[in-house]
């Protein structure tokens, strides 16, 4: 009997349950908007011949047996072309390592790298194991079994549905041999359908953690230091306590909050409170970043040379050399839905309700706010309205604990308001680029890329901790991993000290690296007097690499300049695994930039929902663009000046482009798609500015120097 299992029902594998009232599919990794909470079952269901409405979807909570294999290729030191045995075994190590960790996560565009063999595999052994329970009871070989619909089907026609055989199946060894299906037996997966959540979603009928109530539940909001990781030193509350349903005021390690009967009253009145608060412990003012970043390529701040081809500084001194200076700034992750969760304690531990991506590190943060064992902490997973790398982080997970450890008995919600949301996010790393490279004779000879930046993946270790020594490897993402043929290449990171606290944002490091590469990269193709599209192919030095190149060059019909105050950029990316590669075209208008549509590429090895794999595509070069047009966030006084999205403006559906996409499977290995369009938009939309106006762009965001219409 398995822990939680009621009568008569049968588990196989960690990721389906059947009793006789219901089928339940597993879902291990969190979903986040990106559509994951759909296509997980959705494999299962293909190899138990399950339709749609046939199960219902549950969340897993912590447990080292939905361990992510998708980080292994991630977390060895090749190129993700690399399928050499050295390459190979580093990333077998790389999984054992994740095995004996038992990390559970999502990130990394790992969904479906890590689900798509073990999930297809659980319905399989699923259906044979059901298929070896009524060849039991009926006496019919297996061999004469088949599936349809959630029922086993005998020879003779009769139908045994699953949920009739949980007791029967529950008392026999699963059938651990079974094999999955041949992609081209799939009847579901690899066709367009439609998402298992999009009609509640739509509806309205879908409960998000910002919709959950729980009998006898209380509110809470807070005012939390905007100084990052600073205390409270005084607060004047006396406002506050006579507002309407005020209950309580609670002093908070970095804050305040207010109880109360509804959200509304508790942030109205916390709105009240005069807070007197601790001083950053990085600079106050955003200039005084910059000159941490402008000071950081230094040796003392080396991260590390991630790749170094040929001989440098002697290529740097052939022909005509080119220097560029590039600048990303902080942004924010600002998801639809604020952090939010529901909490309550008791003296035998803790319950709590929170879209999270690392089920186990809530346990941890939790557990040790309050003096628990992590096993103490009982986790329920929630739909969440976006992440973008905010719920990785613990802000409200942390302050949340707090609050019911001083509620014990009672349910809280707490829901941060946005202008909180924003000032305590932690953002994207700031970075600066320093490129230098060469030309000669029509040919790029040399490229020396240089990145000063804080740390956002070692920030974030830190935090749940498990703090590394090691250089941030993500700091080096859209960077060291170029695959163009240059005879000397380096590719160095240098990590700022003393600067925000950053974290993992969509496509963490190739956000902004992969911004200043492929800028770099443009601007040595023109120096040197080359096509910048036909200039990539010709270099890109991996085959399936150079189809995604040539393929967008098909789509977008790539003959050269266009002319006519119109411009195309292309810009290609490998990140998480995935080439991706983009065309922006622009025109330019008495009003400003206009872009008129983008062609994208990307090769996942195997596209198993085709229509979620085209929004999330349109939706990452859409995050792309907007984020790189419209989007910063600064400091002043120590805290973030950007507190909602009329001062943090993502692209505008009039501003939207026409974004034709095409997937390709030629990659020998299954990949991710929810971050890899991202990184390409921001350098190909530059790239197609200067081809329009001759005016190169090399800092984010893009509307402090050209208007967009």
């Known amino acids: ?61 912590p447990s080292p047996a939905y361990f992510n294999t998708g980080f292994a290729d991630e977390l060895a030191p090749f190129l993700a072309a690399d399928q050499s045995p050295a390459a190979e075994a580093a ?33 399989a052994v699923a259906r044979e194991t059901l298929k070896a329970a009524a060849a039991k009871r009926s006496g019919v070989p297996v ?14 026609g009769r139908k045994i549905p699953y949920i009739e055989l949980a007791a029967e199946a529950a008392k026999i060894p699963p059938v651990l041999d079974a094999k999955p299906r041949d992609p081209s037996k799939w009847r579901i997966l690899g066709k367009p359908m439609m998402r298992l959540d999009v ?84 600079p106050a003012e955003q200039a005084d970043h910059w000159k941490v970043l402008e000071a950081s390529f230094k040796p003392e701040f080396l991260g590390k040379e991630w790749r170094k081809i040929g001989d440098v500084e002697t290529g740097l001194k052939r022909g005509t050399l080119v220097q560029a200076e590039y600048r990303a700034p902080y942004v924010a992750h600002q998801p639809l839905e604020p952090l939010n969760g529901i909490a ?19 346990q941890s943060i939790a557990a040790t706010a309050i003096g628990l064992k992590p096993e103490q902490v009982i986790f329920h997973n929630q739909w969440t309205g976006g992440s973008f790398g905010h719920r990785l ?75 590394s020594k090691d250089p941030d ?79 967008v060059a098909e789509m977008s019909n790539w003959k050269g300049p266009l002319g006519n105050g119109k ?56 995050w792309g663009l907007g984020h790189a047009i419209n989007c910063e966030l600064t400091y002043a006084k120590g805290g973030a000046q950007q507190t909602n999205y009329n001062h943090h403006e993502a692209m505008r559906i009039y501003q939207c482009p026409v974004i034709e996409v095409r997937g390709l499977e030629n990659d020998p290995k299954v990949r991710g798609v929810g971050e890899p369009p991202v990184p390409p938009a921001a350098p190909a939309l530059a790239n197609a500015i200067f081809a329009a106006t001759g005016k190169r762009i090399r800092e984010m965001p893009f509307d402090k120097f050209i208007d967009f219409v």
């Open 1 to 61: 009997m398995v822990a939680g299992l009621g009568p008569n029902s049968a588990t196989f594998n960690p990721w389906v349950e059947i009793s006789p009232e219901k089928i339940t599919l597993i879902a291990q990794h969190a979903d986040i908007g990106q559509g994951v909470g759909s296509v997980q079952p959705i494999m299962i269901a293909e190899e138990m011949d399950l339709d749609p409405g046939q199960f219902e979807i549950r969340f897993a909570g």
């Open 91 to 123: 990333r077998t190590a790389a999984l054992d390592s994740l095995r004996t960790s038992g990390l559970q996560m999502t990130g990394g565009s790992s969904t479906i790298p890590d689900t798509y063999e073990k999930l297809r595999v659980a319905g």
């Open 143 to 156: 061999a004469d079994i088949r599936t349809q619909s959630g029922h086993v089907i005998l020879p003779d």
């Open 199 to 282: 009609r509640s979603k739509v509806m309205g009928e879908l409960k998000f953690g910002i919709d959950l109530k729980i009998d006898g539940m209380l509110y809470a909001a807070v005012k939390l230091n905007p100084n990052k990781g600073q205390p409270l030193k005084s607060y004047d509350a006396s406002k506050a306590r006579s507002m309407p349903g005020v209950k309580k005021i609670l002093e908070i390690k970095n804050g305040v909050a207010v109880i109360a009967t509804n959200s509304w009253y508790a942030m109205k009145a916390v709105d009240t409170i005069d807070c007197a608060w601790a001083p950053s412990i990085y």
């Open 344 to 362: 309550v304690v008791s003296d035998a531990g803790m319950e709590i309700w929170v879209g999270h991506q690392s089920p186990q590190a809530v």
């Open 393 to 467: 982080e613990f802000e409200n997970v942390r302050v949340l604990t707090e609050i019911a450890n001083q509620m014990r008995g009672t349910p809280v919600k707490l829901v941060f308001s946005r202008e909180e949301d924003f000032l305590q996010d932690i953002p994207r790393q700031i970075s600066i680029a320093r490129h230098r490279g060469s030309v000669d004779k029509g040919k790029i000879v040399a490229a020396d890329l240089q990145l000063a930046a804080t740390a956002p993946f070692k920030g974030l270790l830190e935090r749940m901790g498990a703090p």
């Open 473 to 551: 490897p993500q700091l080096a993402a859209g960077m060291w991993n170029v695959y163009y043929d240059i005879p000397h290449f380096r590719a160095t990171s240098f990590e700022a000290q003393g600067l925000s606290p950053c974290t993992t944002w969509r496509s963490v490091g190739a956000s902004t690296a992969g911004f200043f590469t492929e800028s770099f990269i443009d601007e040595l193709i023109h120096a040197a007097g080359l096509d910048p599209l036909k200039a990539r192919i010709e270099m890109c030095a991996v085959p399936t690499y150079r189809k995604v190149l040539e393929t």
């Open 567 to 622: 411009g195309r950029g292309v810009a290609f990316v490998e990140s998480f695994g995935t080439p991706t590669a983009e065309v922006v075209e622009v025109s330019m208008t008495d009003r400003g930039i206009r872009i008129d549509k983008v062609w994208v590429a990307v090769d996942v090895g195997k596209v198993v929902d085709p229509v979620n794999f085209e929004n999330q595509v349109q939706g990452g070069v859409v």
